[in-house]
């Protein structure tokens, strides 16, 4: 299957890495993957702080960008699911609608491809470590992002999985929200991070690097020994 990547923001400038490790299990699956050098952002920082206008102009290029694209995957269900669900509002009553709604039929965050669409869910990692999957909120409420993380996490060789309480609760980043609301966004982070604590594990996986990067900080802020990790490196450990 013919493949292009969307490679949001944050990843791109401080975490090429799962980009990359993305690409490994792709083509372990047999996609041939591309990537487009003209994309940029998906508009969604713009449009969460109300600049509508610039968003559209943004969010435009992702069209243009994206528009021969047979499937677009991105190791990122905030980005996916902003497309999916904002796209359509956002263009609206103009000449772009059609395009808009379109393309969240052909945008997939990584997981939801490797299970729903490619139906390939072990990719022969190993990763000796027990672990907590930490629900985003654009994975869980905006792409419907359940189990798909945990079924590929299932068939990781060495690792164990552990829930710990309260795992649909949002971690507190948000965006900027965690900038506007500070103390209640880092409060939130510090709770996620008891609850993994009491799990007794070593690593908090998830699909969305903005969480992960949040509760990193808070991570190391507190002195916390736990660790946190994308699911795209778990997937592509061991080889």
Same mark, same amino acid.
């Given at each position: 299957?013919?493949?292009?990547?969307?490679?949001?923001?944050?990843?791109?400038?401080?975490?090429? @890495?799962?980009?990359?490790?993305?690409? %490994? *299990?792709?083509?372990?699956?047999?996609?041939?993957?591309?990537?487009?050098?003209?994309?940029?952002?998906?508009?969604?920082?713009?449009?969460?702080a109300g600049f509508w206008g610039e968003a559209k102009d943004v969010c435009s290029k992702f069209l243009k960008d994206f528009e021969s694209a047979d499937c677009i995957v991105s190791p990122s269900a905030s980005c996916v699911g902003f497309v999916r669900n904002y796209y359509p509002r956002l263009f609206d009553n103009s000449?772009?609608?059609?395009?808009? %709604?379109?393309?969240? @039929?052909?945008?997939?965050?990584?997981?939801?491809?490797? *299970?729903?669409?490619?139906?390939?869910?072990?990719?022969?990692?190993?990763?000796?470590?027990?672990?907590?999957?930490?629900?985003?909120?654009? @994975?869980?409420?905006?792409?419907?992002?359940?189990?798909?993380?945990?079924?590929?996490?299932?068939? *990781?060789? @060495?690792?164990?999985?552990?829930?710990?309480?309260?795992?649909?609760?949002?971690?507190?980043?948000?965006?900027?929200?965690? *900038?506007?609301?500070?103390?209640?966004?880092?409060?939130?982070?510090?709770? %996620?991070?008891?609850?993994?604590?009491?799990?007794?594990?070593?690593?908090?996986?998830?699909?969305?690097?903005?969480?992960?990067?949040?509760?990193?900080?808070?991570? %190391?802020?507190?002195?916390?020994?736990?660790?946190?990790?994308?699911?795209?490196?778990?997937?592509?450990?061991?080889?």
């Open positions: 299957m013919n493949v292009q990547i969307f490679i949001p923001c944050f990843i791109d400038q401080l975490y090429p @890495g799962v980009a990359f490790n993305m690409v %490994k *299990v792709l083509e372990k699956a047999g996609c041939t993957v591309s990537y487009n050098t003209n994309q940029t952002c998906c508009g969604q920082p713009a449009f969460n000449s772009g609608i059609a395009d808009a %709604k379109e393309i969240g @039929g052909r945008i997939f965050e990584f997981s939801e491809f490797l *299970v729903k669409v490619l139906k390939v869910d072990d990719f022969g990692a190993s990763f000796n470590a027990t672990a907590t999957y930490h629900d985003s909120c654009a @994975g869980l409420r905006e792409c419907k992002i359940k189990q798909e993380p945990r079924q590929l996490l299932r068939n *990781v060789k @060495g690792l164990e999985i552990r829930e710990m309480n309260d795992v649909e609760t949002c971690c507190g980043f948000g965006g900027t929200f965690a *900038v506007k609301f500070d103390a209640i966004s880092t409060a939130m982070a510090d709770q %996620k991070i008891t609850h993994a604590t009491e799990a007794d594990v070593e690593y908090i996986i998830s699909t969305d690097i903005s969480c992960l990067m949040h509760i990193d900080g808070r991570i %190391k802020h507190n002195g916390s020994p736990l660790k946190t990790m994308h699911l795209a490196d778990v997937l592509a450990s061991g080889w």
